[in-house]
């Protein structure tokens, strides 16, 4: 059974930071694309992807400069550090993994972020 469990948000100030994580299980991580999502009401925006460490890597235009998106393999971890954050940043935050060589992919069942003085 796959599973994807995301951690690390919660309320923050603007201009904090926050690091979500996201951990897989039941599958062979490597190879999943790895990528975050954010989801305000119905409205669910791409963040950033990952394909492999360091290298591959892609981010919307609203996240480039203040987020960066990384994984480690061993872990079955991918991670979203997150800067400078604004009060529009305030979402739903989910994890999604892609089979490169496959159909499958997966959602995590997401982490609220919350930016608020």
């Known amino acids: 059974q796959v599973q994807l469990v995301e951690s690390g948000g919660g309320l923050v100030q603007p201009g904090g930071s926050l690091r979500l994580s996201c951990v897989a299980s039941?599958?062979?991580?490597?190879?999943?694309?790895m990528r975050w999502y954010r989801q305000v009401g119905k409205q669910r925006d791409l963040i950033a992807i990952i394909?492999?460490?360091?290298?591959?890597?892609e981010y919307a235009a609203f996240a480039q400069g203040r987020f960066t998106i990384s994984r480690d393999n061993a872990k079955n971890t991918t991670s979203l550090q997150m800067t400078k954050l604004k009060p529009e940043d305030t979402a739903m935050y989910y994890c999604?993994?892609?089979?490169?060589?496959?159909?499958?992919?997966?959602w995590g069942q997401g982490t609220q972020v919350t930016v608020s003085s």
């Open positions: 999604h993994a892609a089979n490169r060589y496959g159909p499958d992919s997966y």
């Open positions: 394909r492999d460490p360091g290298i591959g890597l």
């Open positions: 039941g599958l062979t991580f490597s190879n999943y694309a």
